[in-house]
């Protein structure tokens, strides 16, 4: 099976009743000159090249403590990575498209992976295409040589770009591109919504546990260029030329200083995440914090479906071994300064909110507020003022804040019916693929039609004054008032 695009022509396969296209580059390979550059336009090739096995993933070396290393990719690495998967009905048709961003805390993860290859979305009538990127320094250490900010969201604008020049070759409609990604993806998908060069290059945005998180400031920035040159004792003239290993094991190693010990006076803003490598404000790419752009309708103006699962942090938690209240305020402290808040105050304040929580229930609650939940309102709040917003909300609500966590639905997400599901690990699992397979159609619902169907019965728009989110648990679908919306009061500043 034959397609021709912009860079040349490639050959696919049939697989399952869809056509497959994999490794399919959507900029030049990264090799050591191009490290640190804006992506480059696929060099033309002559003769057909294969596109029938997956490409290498961008270098990474697993961090971010039980979480990271569940994401990190134990596949081949490579430096022809800037690559996209493609899966469609037919390269015929005119389909809807889905653009996928995986997450991994934008230091670990590919597009590669076994549960982003189920066809899922192919088999339901949709061009699915998933998306690797630069990772980590790569793609975000901010550089004084004049070299682009930014580098692996570029990355993304720049497959965009060609899924909007080519994806009618592959029988999809470049006029209905929904871009979509978790955790870091979703973060990603919102970064992305505020950067002026992705405007007009897809319809529709579905950010997946995670929205404005993971944004720094320049001087932040600045202090991680340092820390990453101290760390490697050499100039900025001479990084390109450190040898790959030991980049990779910097950037492991100040991952995991920052995750593991949170720290406002070394990080700044990154100090609450925990993650020094992510999009810069730059005031070129990226002119403003998402927030921000959205609160003047300047983020990319289409309609988003936006939600969380219910236990974010329960995975993240399992990294200290000891808690108690005292404890979980040492942890938090550094981490809301930021905010000009104290670990003190705000675990006092979600001991009188949640009373019934233990130290390690508080904990959970306070992290996966932080880091996935309260963002998460507060851009769909925003963004809802001047376009559509769809929320749902992910897993049971059980006692104590143990949830589905973070993660807990892509395997749903992902899930083609009838498929072997055996191979993905416990955290992809489908135990009820009927369920699976409805919740599979809510994503399609949106992608295909903008307004997305749930089995409950008509989902109204989100809004700060109506906070309806779809609520999917275990085979229920249920449209109610937003459980975690009330909990961003927890964090205003005057209450500290």
Request: hydrophobic content about 40%; some cysteine; aromatic content about 8%.
């Amino acid at each position: 099976m034959l397609v021709e695009t912009t860079g040349g022509t490639i050959e696919g396969f049939n697989e399952n009743g869809y056509a497959v296209f994999l490794g399919v580059p959507y900029a030049a390979p990264i090799t050591p000159e191009r490290r640190f550059a804006a992506p480059q336009p696929v060099p033309r090739w002559s003769g057909i090249r294969l596109a029938k096995a997956l490409s290498g993933v961008c270098p990474q070396i697993p961090t971010y403590g039980p979480v990271g290393k569940a994401a990190a990719s134990m596949l081949e690495f490579g430096t022809d990575f800037l690559t996209v998967n493609i899966r469609t009905p037919s390269i015929t048709g005119s389909a809807p498209v889905l653009v996928w961003i995986h997450g991994g805390g934008y230091a670990v993860g590919s597009a590669n992976e076994a549960v982003l290859q189920s066809g899922a979305f192919a088999a339901s009538g949709l061009v699915e295409v998933t998306v690797n990127y630069r990772l980590g320094a790569l793609g975000f250490l901010h550089l004084n040589d004049g070299s682009p900010d930014n580098r692996g969201l570029l990355d993304q604008i720049a497959a965009l770009e060609w899924v909007r020049d080519n994806i009618s070759a592959f029988g999809g409609d470049p006029k209905q591109i929904t871009f979509a990604g978790r955790s870091a993806g979703g973060f990603s998908i919102a970064a992305v919504m505020a950067m002026p060069a992705a405007h007009g290059l897809f319809a529709r945005a579905m950010p997946q546990s995670g929205a404005s998180t993971g944004v720094s400031t320049m001087d932040d920035a600045q202090k991680l260029n340092r820390r990453m040159l101290d760390y490697l004792n050499v100039t900025e003239a001479e990084l390109a030329n450190v040898p790959f290993e030991n980049l990779l094991i910097a950037q492991r190693d100040l991952c995991n200083e920052s995750y593991e010990k949170h720290d406002f006076e070394r990080d700044g803003s990154a100090s609450m995440l925990g993650v020094p490598f992510v999009p810069v404000i730059d005031g070129i790419s990226l002119p403003r914090h998402p927030e921000a752009a959205a609160a003047d309708g300047e983020t990319t103006g289409v309609p988003m479906m936006i939600g969380c699962t219910t236990g974010e942090y329960v995975t993240h938690a399992t990294a200290q071994p000891d808690m108690d209240f005292d404890i979980a305020a040492s942890l938090l402290h550094e981490r809301v300064r930021p905010m000009g808040l104290t670990g003190e105050g705000t675990v006092e304040r979600y001991r009188r909110a949640l009373p019934d929580h233990s130290p390690r229930g508080i904990w959970r609650a306070v992290g996966g507020d932080l880091v996935f939940q309260n963002p998460a309102t507060r851009f769909a709040r925003l963004h809802a003022v001047h376009q559509p917003v769809y929320k749902y909300l992910y897993g049971p609500i059980e006692p104590d804040e143990l949830g589905a966590p973070h993660g807990a639905e892509v395997g749903a997400v992902w899930y083609r019916r009838g498929t072997n599901v055996s191979h993905l690990p416990a955290r992809q699992s489908v135990t009820q693929p009927d369920f699976a397979a409805a919740v599979h159609d809510v994503w399609v619902s949106f992608i295909r039609d903008e307004i997305p169907k749930s089995p409950a019965g008509d989902w109204h728009r989100y809004s700060a004054s109506q906070p309806e989110v779809l609520h999917m648990d275990s085979g229920d679908f249920r449209l109610v008032a937003d459980p975690f919306d009330g909990r961003t009061a927890l964090w205003i500043k005057a209450s500290a």
